[in-house]
């Protein structure tokens, strides 16, 4: 687009202003109905207006991913410790107890597996909104690739899985992928979060990163933080911990949970620092503890 030389920068975030929110606790959604004030009410803790989703949806890429060999056994017992669990609906169907009370999110879209190099073409619908409804879902998500091949594709599949969704009162959620080529900095995660909101997410999952509070300050919605690769848990508490302070509503944490040496302790770890403000060190002792009584 010729538009984009010369350009003033954007610079004024106003951090010190909270969000505008009318009446209802979940950022940008005062004006939504009621159907979708209720699933992001399940979404998101009234109490601390946070969430911790477990995210375990590795294997529609990466096939069985360590830690996630067998999702039947190693799910289950961290549903009470989290608030979300997202996965592929094939998952949910044939791993998950449905009595659980837990809220779901269901991936609506595939990519390219890893045996290609370029897994960002834009992929395509894995899942029709009928199927999601059907796994019970609270919320939708689609993965997006701003800055890749697949840009448009990907938007296009988010701001139509947006269109039916909205109509049903379900919230999508959009993810931000990091390929490997892809930039992880602060004017990256600024426009893709943004990119997102615009086009009819209503939750942003990306990156931790510094300048984070500016990131999250322009995004309209709640921006939850997915883990990557795994960590030292102090460390990925510390990730945790630093996101919610410079404004994140919480965590989509997959291989930081289940690949830890003990996936409950992490769980609750990352829930007394998202729900309940831990510091990173309180928190590793509540992990610890939980791992010693095993
Ligand atoms: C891929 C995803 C994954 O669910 C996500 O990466 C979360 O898992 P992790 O914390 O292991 O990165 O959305 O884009």
């Known amino acids: 687009m ?21 009446g209802f606790f979940v950022k940008g959604a005062s004006h939504c109905d ?20 477990l995210a375990f949806d590795h294997g529609y890429i990466m096939g069985p991913t360590a830690g996630l060999e067998r999702i039947d056994l190693v799910i289950p017992p961290l549903i009470p410790h989290v608030d979300v669990l997202m996965g592929t609906r094939g998952i949910f169907r044939s791993c998950i107890p449905p009595a659980a009370r837990v809220a779901k999110c269901v991936r609506m879209t595939y990519d390219s597996t890893v045996l290609f190099d370029d897994m960002s073409n834009g992929g395509g619908f894995a899942c029709d909104l009928e199927n999601a409804l059907r796994t019970d879902a609270d919320c939708v998500a689609v993965q997006t690739f701003i800055g890749a091949p697949g840009e448009s594709r990907s938007l296009e599949l988010l ?11 379900v919230p999508t959620l959009g993810v931000v992928a990091v390929g ?37 300050a322009s995004c309209p919605v709640p921006i939850v933080i997915a883990g990557g690769k795994k960590l030292p848990e102090l460390d990925a508490l510390e990730m945790a911990y630093k996101a919610i302070r410079d404004g994140a509503h919480g965590v989509d944490m997959g291989r930081n949970i289940f690949q830890s040496d003990c996936p409950a302790g992490m769980a ?20 610890e503890e939980v791992k010693n009584s095993k």
């Open 34 to 53: 009621f159907g979708m004030k209720s699933r992001l009410a399940r979404i998101f803790n009234p109490r601390s207006g946070n969430t911790v989703m």
């Open 180 to 216: 490997k080529d892809m930039e992880r900095t602060e004017r990256f995660f600024l426009l893709a979060t943004r990119v997102l909101a615009e086009n009819g997410a209503n939750i942003v999952k990306s990156y931790y990163c510094d300048g984070f509070e500016r990131v999250a």
């Open 2 to 22: 010729a538009d984009n030389i010369g350009n003033k920068a954007a610079h004024d975030y106003h951090l010190d202003v909270p969000a505008a929110q009318e």
């Open 268 to 287: 609750q770890a990352i829930g007394k620092v998202v729900h309940e403000g831990y510091t990173p060190k309180q928190a590793f002792e509540v992990y």
């Open 159 to 169: 701001c139509r899985t947006a269109d039916a969704a909205t109509r049903y009162g």
